[in-house]
């Protein structure tokens, strides 16, 4: 790291080889710790630009990269949503070099659609759609011009299947999968790579300040069987999955390094073995009859069968890993 902040190529104590790698969203949860697990990196293997939107959030990152920080690891203000905070980002980094790119940074949004506006789910999508277009569109000249690259994207279960209340994230993370999907044809001709990690539930930040923004809304003109349904049967249902098969950021950061370091970076990454169960109903019948009547019949007629299949699931019996490695 070079005396006008900017991040080098040759950093101190590191090999010339080392890749850099910009991910968004480090304030907190899977980025935070994606990002300390690459400066960690014995081998010193990566140069990391650690960004979040709001710079007053660093200290847990910085404590957390303790030695690495200024030698393999730097911070960065990047907010996703701006096109001058990623040029001006980018700027500071030589040569505008990005090898890797990790879009990690989201927002989540549950709730009945009939009170929520269409200016809150917007800011969804510009998050979580646009916001990894956004940086896409900044780093994709110098990767192609280089004949080299790797783009991350944190999706989700909920880019391969819908979940109740959760319209609007649903279709953030589905809009991305299609996005990348596309996308990832083209620059296989290139050498780029693109892989989509999908996590479940993960204990972060995310799930409080979901709670939070349930607790603090209204949801207006929505009709009471409905607000109870979301309040009284999701709510619950969704609290106890994420205590029963919640992932924590480390387990899914480590599966992202692994991506990220593998010769042939697969598509799609499941990180959560014992969420599988779920994502395979839509699998084994694409019509999507059985996820539908199933995760309905489960919320709605089986209670006790979500119940019993969530503490099969919690089990430490279970395996842990997603297969293939
Ligand atoms: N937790 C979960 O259950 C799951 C999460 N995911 C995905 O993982 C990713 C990370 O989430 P997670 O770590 O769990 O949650 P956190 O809430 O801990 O982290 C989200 C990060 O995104 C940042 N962010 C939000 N908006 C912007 C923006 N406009 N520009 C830059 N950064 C922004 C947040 O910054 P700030 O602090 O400023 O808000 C924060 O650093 C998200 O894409 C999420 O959709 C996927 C599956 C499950
Ligand atoms: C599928 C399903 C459920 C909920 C799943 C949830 C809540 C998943 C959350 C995933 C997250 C948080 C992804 C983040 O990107 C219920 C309600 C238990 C019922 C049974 C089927």
């Known amino acids: 790291v070079d005396g006008r902040g900017h991040v080098s190529r040759q950093g101190i104590n590191m090999a010339s080889s080392a890749r850099t ?9 899977i980025g935070l710790e994606l990002a300390v697990q690459l400066a960690r990196d014995p081998k010193q293997r990566y140069q990391v630009v650690a960004t979040m939107r709001d710079l007053r959030k660093k200290g847990a990152l ?15 203000q990047l907010d996703v949503c701006s096109d001058e905070s990623v040029a001006q980002c980018l700027s500071c980094i030589q040569g505008g070099e990005v090898d890797v790119l990790v879009n990690n940074a989201g927002l989540g949004l549950v709730g009945p659609v009939e009170g929520l506006s269409i200016a809150t789910m917007k800011s969804i999508l510009d998050t979580n759609f646009f916001g990894a277009v956004r940086l896409v569109k900044a780093v994709l000249p110098g990767m192609k011009r280089r004949r080299q690259g790797h783009i991350v994207v944190v999706s989700s279960v909920m880019g391969l299947q819908g979940v109740m209340f959760n319209d609007v994230y649903a279709a953030s993370k589905f809009a991305v999968e299609g996005f990348f999907e596309s996308l990832a044809i083209q620059l296989l001709q290139f050498n780029i790579h693109v892989s989509l990690v ?3 539930p993960v204990i972060t930040d995310f799930e ?13 003109g929505t009709d009471p069987d409905t607000l109870h349904y979301f309040r009284d049967i999701y709510l619950p249902a969704s609290r106890e999955l994420f205590r029963s098969v919640g992932q924590s950021p480390q387990d899914v950061a480590r599966a992202i390094v ?5 010769s042939r970076p697969p598509l799609r990454r499941q990180t959560n073995a014992r969420y599988v169960p ?20 489960l919320l709605f007629r089986w ?17 842990t890993r997603v297969r293939p490695q």
Do not use: D, M, W
Request: glycine share 12%; charged share 15%.
């Open 198 to 200: 999908e996590p479940g």
């Open 258 to 262: 692994k991506v990220i370091n593998s």
């Open 303 to 319: 209670p006790r069968l979500l119940n019993l299949g969530l503490r099969c699931l919690a089990c430490g019996c279970l395996p």
């Open 21 to 29: 790698v910009l991910v968004s969203g480090c304030s907190s949860g």
């Open 62 to 76: 910085e404590e957390a990269a303790g030695e690495a920080l200024g030698k393999t690891l730097t911070v960065a």
């Open 278 to 297: 779920l994502t395979a109903l839509k699998v084994v019948a694409p019509s999507g009859h059985l996820y539908v009547r199933v995760t309905h019949g």
């Open 208 to 220: 409080g300040k979901l709670l939070a923004q349930v607790s603090s809304q209204e949801f207006p």
